[in-house]
């Protein structure tokens, strides 16, 4: 949920609560007179302090005008505890003993270095041990290198004593410039870098992407045995405990996630969320060293950092098409690495069966098979001894997963009390997991009031799984909803969409609101402003509800019951005008599930609506001309956002603008990676909104938030304009699955999951979950694609190759969508489902087998592009009509053929 930041100086919810305005940078401490150091290492030229010798800059050689650390705010983060890349964090006591751990910090106090000498490959060297803090037993040395052509940041630590030390945590702050406080957007794009962990043990690593999407990009390696064991957020002064010192003064906001450890030990950090790894430590007997540091390396493009891994000989493995496993959609692990493999295990061991067949040259290859269902880590045990995690997410085949959702949203999250207030009924309303039931009031108003992304989220996802999953006794509630309560209430004449059904007002319901909740805080909205139409990002929930109804209508027979088909797309092109009259500020921002818009659009075009349609592409067409002249046009309510990207490149595309699509593309590939890690992978950066739709209220990397899923949806399309750049694919099918693993065992949808060792889990508010739905709804499809080096490759279908054909069954729960990379042409069924295709190499020729027909479906509705250029191909039979080739069904499988015309 994106809400109230209409400039880098507002605030979050959080200090809005606490009533202080949060930018205001801490004064900065007294500067020093010495001179900082510079030194190049191969492509990086490095700036050290030259009190602490921690790394004031870190820059390209190529274009020393850019810095991945934050150098310049070294003069506000100057002094004590603000952390350093250079610091080190310890958690120690003596071996053996029972007593208490002490915390060391060397960015807590700052007392100058004592420096040693350096020359040849040592680039500075320190004592660290003074400023690490009193009593500390071992003595710890860093040394700053220049080793295989980069930098490398080195520790020693070293057991002086009599006893042996046991190091119950280590952590090594990384600190890159993901501020955005105090920038305009298009400072911060030119800036600004996000990290994203590989979180792989031995094998981990950081990789550090421009928010502009260019290169090169940075990459922070382990130097020696150095695992990522786990990767830590650092928390400011106002949300650390008492005692805690692994912290950063920078506050953490909206404008700035915050810093991380990389852990290389973390077993007496005493979590209690469930660990990506399992949780170390290590001992150091008297007269014992051990080193442990990171290197620096770069890649010349985000594409390019596989490569680059490979490159700096560090083990690499690619899953495809992804690490979410359906039980019934096997998977595949490719691993390259200059160590043998001498062993892989799985935990839980129930949860995946790993078969190794024949890979290419050079590469090991898995069959990976989804047994159980939830999280499961995969161990690569590897002839040095080090071990790879590679984390997979196991779930129920789609089709049962979209089943589940729709059966949860429409009976555990039906709400039809008659005598409510608010007037909400019926209508599907937010859902707590802990205490299961329905939210019906929230401090956080919209939270119970069925609109914005936090209210309306769960029945947007309802009806979202009606596009391709439609069930009578669902649908004909949601018509219900839409007719009595959305078109009745939250609809005011003309279209436009409050901002909440549900609101504050004691006078009015003074025996209602539960006296257990804080009331006085801006959440806390009154009627005024409940009723206020003029907040943009609630219309396209509204629009997609019509919409959907209407594609029922239209391409089905007797799901609709209430109104034709004319009713549902009218109110549809009613919403999408109504948003922009009424709510124009946000309306020049992109809108998160944007893309309906140039549905309705297309469709209004399809049914001969002329009129209607032109004014809304005329309406659209102003705002992407407004685009253009942005360097960077992805604003919204927060300083940064990721939810406005997929709607301005739908619109560049569809009005010719090429350049500015592609910007768009690359500025989402800088936040959404592709990691051995289903977390991870795809999933597009949100760290705010559990503020504004979770239980949980508090800033953190989001896991798979409404982002992850509709970043998919350009990335897709991007792909099959452009079949050769794999990558793209990759990471969209990464945010498409992610997009699902919210959805538990018996279908209810969380809003995300929380990343932080303390929980580790599943926020308990389903939330804004149902925007990401959207994106995987929208997106659903099958992939056929052939690889130079891995072969003929499925997303989201099973492929199997044989000597005349290459035949595809699709399993991406919706199958009525299929791209034929080879042929470069893209399938899609308005109605009607793909039960398997397949690809004819020396032909040229798609052969389609179609379902059986059902009550509610006698025919198939069938249209063809090629998105890369030439001629989509011809149909072998059906009548075309408003764009589609209707094909009548019959009670036994249909065979179509298309050819190149």
Known sequence: MRRFVTACGAMTLAAALAGGAILAAPAPSAPTQRTPSAHVA??????????????????????P????????????????????IGDLHLRLR???????????SSARRR???????????????????????EGMPLSIERAWLRQRGGPVLRFTLHNRGTAPVEIGALGMPMVFDNIITDRTLEQAHVKGSFVDPYIGNDAGYLQVTRLNGKGPALLVLPDGRTPLEQYRILHDAKEAGAGDIFTDRTPRRQTFEGFYDWMVASSAMADKGQPWNPATGFTLAPGERRSIGVRFVTAPSIRGIEGSLQAAGRPLAIGLPGYVVPTDSPADLFVRSPQAVRGISVTPADALTLTEVAGPAGWHRWRVTGKGWGRARVAIRYADGSVQSVHYYVTKPLAQVSADLGRFATTRQWFDDASDPFRRAPSILTYDRDANRIVTQDSRVWIAGMSDEGGGGSWVAA??????????????????MVDETVLGKLQVPGGGVKKSLFYYDPKAFAGYYDKGIDWTTWASWDRKQADDPGRSYNYPHVAIGHWVLYRLARHHEGLVKRHDWRFYLDHAAQTTVAMMRDAPHYAQFGQMEGEVFLEILTDLQREGMTARAAEIEKL?????????????????????????????????????????AAVTREVILGYDPTVPHWGYNGNARRYWDFLYGGKVARIERQIHHYGSALNAVPLFDAFRRDPADLHLLRVAYGGFMGGITNIDRDGFASAAFHSEPDMMRWDAYSGDYGMGYFGHAYAAATYLVRDATFGWLGFGGAVTAGPQAIEIVPHDGARTRLFVAPAGQWITLAAGRIARARWYPATRRIELTLDPASATTPAAHLSVEAPAGGAPYRIDRGTVERGFTTIALSGAPTTVVLAAR
């Open 463 to 480: 009806i979202m799984k009606q596009l391709d999953h439609p069930e009578p006794q669902e649908v004909a509630k949601l018509e219900r």
């Open 620 to 660: 659209m067409k102003a705002r992407a001309d407004h685009w253009r002249t942005l360097a960077y046009p992805f604003g919204s309510e927060m300083a940064w956002d990721s939810t406005g990207q997929p709607e301005v490149y739908a619109w560049m595309r569809h009005f010719g603008h090429a350049r500015e």
């Open 94 to 104: 003596m071996a053996g003993s029972a007593g208490a751990w002490r915390d060391f």
């Open 65 to 84: 005008g850019f810095d991945f650390a934050p150098g310049d705010r070294a003069a506000e983060r100057r002094g004590d505890g603000y952390a350093q």
């Open 42 to 63: 191969g492509p990086l030229r490095l700036t050290l302090d030259p009190a602490s010798q921690t790394l004031l800059h870190l820059s390209p050689t190529s274009e």
């Open 111 to 133: 007392v100058p270095v004592r420096a040693l000498p350096a020359g040849g490959e040592v680039l500075a060297r320190a004592d660290l041990t003074p400023t690490m803090g």
